[in-house]
């Protein structure tokens, strides 16, 4: 299943979410293994500027949705308690934009 999160997030944060992003990269192993133990097999992220300020978009694939979304907030890799960490300090509020379509096969 497809998961998406919108996140509006503090202009002066941005760049602290883009290093992380940076550091995810380096930690590819241990981003892996936190995937794969949460049912997620395939994520990317985007970072969109409004006049509003940035938004954070995170676009996943998860093999079981409810596993993967309990694990967004009680995962003990410490990866995931990093995320977390920078997530809450540079959230502004969570988006809910209506859905319009999807299809799938």
Avoid: C, N
Wanted: net charge negative; charged share 30%; aromatic share 8%.
């Amino acid at each position: 299943m497809i998961m998406v999160q919108f996140a509006r997030i503090h202009a002066d944060k941005a760049d602290t979410l883009l290093g992380w992003m940076d550091e995810l990269a380096e930690r590819e192993q241990e981003a892996h293994e936190t995937m794969a133990a949460d049912s997620i097999t395939h994520e990317v992220a985007y970072l969109l500027e409004t006049k509003e300020g940035p938004v954070f978009i995170s676009v996943m694939f998860a093999t079981d949705p409810e596993l993967a979304e309990r694990m967004r907030f009680a995962s003990k890799h410490p990866i995931a308690e990093k995320y977390r960490v920078i997530m809450k300090d540079a959230l502004v509020e969570i988006l809910h934009p209506k859905q319009i379509f999807e299809a799938h096969l």
